[in-house]
């Protein structure tokens, strides 16, 4: 497929209704809703309401990350609060079954979806946070080029306790010029 939206080993569509029975078992996951700050439990009826709201939104969007080799749905990827004037939006990536972590999906998914952002939607900055203190996570955003921007002290409440969550961005330049 000769697509922005084709990576070197997976490709991005948009998520289906036919995703959601899956997506659901994925997000009640503690290792995927603690770091996405997914609030559970969500019944498959609130999730199709939110399908339905996502369909027509405007201002997100997401996306299947599907391995091209089987064309298995691995993970999800979303653009939400897409602010049309200032020209951002935050990201979030899941790649969602340990055994399909740390094998280049997650990055590759990141790669197209920037590509994607910046260069199909115009986006100029697009922003996410992570666990300030995961070493893992810091060197999959530093290697995708985003900057820590700073720390939100105790932000989030997770296993018992208070958790710093570090801000991550990245702006599209070209030459040093801002676009
Ligand atoms: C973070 C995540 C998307 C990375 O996807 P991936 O396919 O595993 O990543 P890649 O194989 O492209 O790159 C591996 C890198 O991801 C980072 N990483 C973070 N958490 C990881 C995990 N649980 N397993 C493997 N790699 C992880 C590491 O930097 C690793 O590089 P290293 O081998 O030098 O340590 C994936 O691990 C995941 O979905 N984790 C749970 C949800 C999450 O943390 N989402 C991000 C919220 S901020």
Request: proline share 2%; glycine share 8%; charged share 30%.
């Amino acid at each position: 497929m000769d697509s922005i939206l084709q990576g070197e080993c997976i490709y991005l569509r948009r998520l289906e209704r036919d995703d959601l029975a899956r997506t659901w078992e994925w997000l009640h996951r503690p290792d995927v809703y603690e770091r996405l700050g997914v609030n559970i439990p969500f019944s498959h009826t609130q999730q199709e309401a939110w399908f339905q709201g996502l369909e027509q939104s405007r201002d997100k969007i997401v996306l299947a990350v599907c391995r091209t080799e089987d064309d298995a749905h691995i993970g999800n990827v979303s653009l939400d609060s897409i602010d049309l004037r200032h020209r951002n939006a935050r990201l979030s990536i899941f790649i969602a079954l340990e055994e399909t972590r740390g094998k280049g999906h997650g990055s590759d998914a990141l790669r197209v979806l920037l590509r994607y952002a910046f260069e199909f939607l115009n986006l100029h900055r697009l922003w996410c946070k992570s666990d300030a203190d995961d070493p893992g996570i810091v060197r999959f955003y530093e290697r995708a080029g985003f900057q820590r921007e700073g720390t939100l002290r105790e932000h989030e409440f997770h296993g018992g306790a208070y958790v710093d969550k570090a801000v991550w961005g990245i702006v599209r330049h070209r030459n040093g010029v801002p676009e």
